[in-house]
């Protein structure tokens, strides 16, 4: 199994970067996917969460600023950043959960599969 994250970079407040997460070695449509954040010094967080079906859930932090979204038949699993703010500077991580209830992926209780992480980091 391999999730790898690319699309993290440098960018000024209000900017925008899309994260993708490309997965391979279980059979993706079938799993939920979500992306996590953690900056230095604090824990790991969950951000986004989408199901095979595409139902999304956001935490309040993120809502209206970032979308989720995922391509089946590429495998891939995709995170719109917009409105970037110096708070959301973090390396982020993609993670899958097989039969998950969407709104409660973002706990990252009973996360099957992580990636390595693609950095972000907002300037003023």
């Known amino acids: 199994v391999k999730l790898v994250e690319s699309g993290g970079g440098s960018v000024q407040a209000g900017g925008s970067l899309r994260l993708s997460c490309a997965a391979s070695?279980?059979?993706?449509?079938?799993?939920?996917m979500g992306w996590f954040r953690q900056a230095p010094g604090e824990e790991r967080v969950g951000i986004a969460a989408i199901g095979g079906d595409g139902t999304t859930s956001y935490v309040d932090s993120v809502k209206g600023r970032f979308t989720i979204s995922r391509d089946n038949a590429k495998n891939t699993l995709y995170l719109q950043m917009n409105s970037l703010q110096v708070e959301d500077s973090a390396m982020y991580y993609c993670a899958a959960e097989e039969n998950c209830v969407v709104a409660a992926m973002t706990d990252g209780s009973f996360i099957e599969y992580w990636g390595q992480g693609t950095q972000v980091a907002v300037s003023s």
């Open positions: 070695g279980f059979t993706f449509r079938y799993y939920c």
